[in-house]
Every structure is written in structure tokens, then in C-alpha cells.
């Protein structure tokens, strides 16, 4: 399980949404720098953290949710100097 941030505008894309016990996370590219993966319940609590390894050539990866109670998440992807590159909401159904 292993992703980073494209360095131009490429967004990764989160489905299936509604989930519920994988969360996919998919690049447009290659990824060629580790991240951070923080999921947040809907009070803004950090319920997960996942950090990621760099692998040539890997532009998909997988998020275990099932052990996460129904209900609305916050997933934010992160570099690692911290900053914040993406923000997207999921339903765990």
C-alpha cells in the first residue's frame, strides 16, 4: 500500500463512495514521494492514519475501513513536509 502526490494538478480519486470496507485511492500518475493518509470522523477526530512507502510505478492503493462505525469521513493525503495536497469526504455505509 504504498502512494504519493503527483507534482502538478493530478487529483487522486476515492471510490467506491459510498463504502463499505475498502477505500480505494487512485493517482493519475505514478507516485514518486511517500504520504500520509488521516481519516476523520464527522467531529473531527483522527480515527486512522496511514503512512505510505514509496513503489515505482504504483498509482492505486487500498485503505481497510471495516473496522471504521457507519457514517460520514474526512480523507486528507498529506507530503511529507506536512502539507495538506487533498481532502476528500467518504460515506462508510
Known sequence: MVATLPDGNDSPSIYPNPTSDVLNVAFTRSM??????VILD???RTVAVVNMDVMSEQRAIQVPIDRLARGWYNLSIYTPDGTCRQSEV???K
Open 32 to 37: 514518486d514521494k511517500p504520504v500520509g493518509l
Open 42 to 44: 464527522a467531529l473531527g
Open 90 to 92: 467518504f460515506l462508510k
